[in-house]
């Protein structure tokens, strides 16, 4: 009783009025550490490590939000957890939005976000890491948001040199030289609903967005096809990030509420300038249904 006693008189200090009486539009602990397991359909069981990031908002009237909260609801609901699937990822993280905003009531928003890292292989391609992006935003009064992505990196040729090159020195378009660099995608889908995406499906179709993909061990027979193949379909980054918006509404449109927008965006460490290239293209699927419709794709 005395403990209690004790406890029950400290001094709230969070909710003090602050000096400076401004609205906070986030404060978040971020890059919490957590264990989280995928049971797949055989019963097995594989862990990974993951990375959160939990935020709320806070008004004017409070000094500071009382982080232990925040902390308690990504090790009760976050830390340890077993899913089974991707939309059951995101219902896990939807309830942690909802204990944030229970707990943190003077809060009228909280999103939590999880990063993990997924090592892709196929036929082609050996354990590519892929950096897994799942998030959930809740609104007391606009409802929940949900987000689901993936980024990884490429390569990408310059068809400009290349053409030049070609012109300039009357040599074949596929035997031209240009400089090549890799690419970072990163590509993701937000929606209202929960988002059901296979997520090697989906690794494995925005590949073909590059004009060919990396790889960590190349053989020197090797290296000669993947130079060829990406020299034969040299790229922009404009056209990386074109491509990969088309690949994911052509393979995932009927999956998709029609509130939902795709995003992708693409980082180019250029090879021959001091400096990189970003592009961002983002769309809502109602507008991509009447210029993808329309003949305004290849």
């Known amino acids: ?13 969070q909710r003090d009025p602050p000096t400076t009486r401004l609205a906070i539009n986030r404060v978040c602990i971020q890059n919490f550490k957590v264990k989280v397991c995928l049971k797949n359909g055989d019963s097995q069981v594989e862990c990974q490590l993951g990375t959160v990031t939990a935020c709320v908002n806070l008004g004017e009237e409070l000094r500071g939000i009382h982080v232990s909260r925040s902390v308690e609801a990504v090790l009760n609901l976050i830390n340890g957890v077993t899913y089974l699937d991707l939309p059951d990822l995101q219902h896990i993280l939807r309830k942690v939005t909802q204990y944030l905003l229970v707990k943190h009531e003077y809060s009228s928003k909280a999103s939590v976000k999880l990063k993990l890292v997924h090592l892709f292989t196929s036929d082609d391609i050996d ?36 053409q030049v090159y ?56 090797q290296e000669y096809r993947l130079v060829k193949k990406a020299f034969e ?66």
Do not use: W
């Open 127 to 162: 354990a590519l890491p892929v950096n897994i992006h799942v998030s959930v935003g809740l609104s007391k009064v606009g409802g929940a948001r949900y987000r689901v992505g993936v980024s990884f990196e490429g390569m990408s040729v310059c068809p400009c040199v290349q």
């Open 166 to 221: 070609s012109f300039l020195e009357n040599t074949p378009i596929s035997n031209t030289p240009s400089h090549s660099q890799r690419a970072l995608i990163l590509a993701h889908i937000d929606s209202s609903n929960p988002i059901n995406l296979g997520l090697s499906e989906t690794v494995k179709a925005l590949l073909s967005a590059f004009s060919a993909p990396v790889r960590s061990l190349l053989k020197r027979d």
């Open 1 to 13: 009783m005395r403990c209690t006693a004790i406890k029950n008189s400290l001094p709230d200090v």
């Open 233 to 298: 379909n040299p790229k922009f980054a404009e056209d990386v990030a074109r491509e990969a918006v088309y690949i994911l509404y052509k393979e995932f449109r009927n999956r998709l509420s029609t509130d939902s927008r795709i995003t992708v965006k693409v980082l180019s460490f250029e090879s021959v300038h001091p400096f990189n290239l970003c592009v961002k293209v983002r769309h809502g699927l109602r507008e991509l249904d009447k210029v993808l419709n329309n003949g305004a794709t290849k």
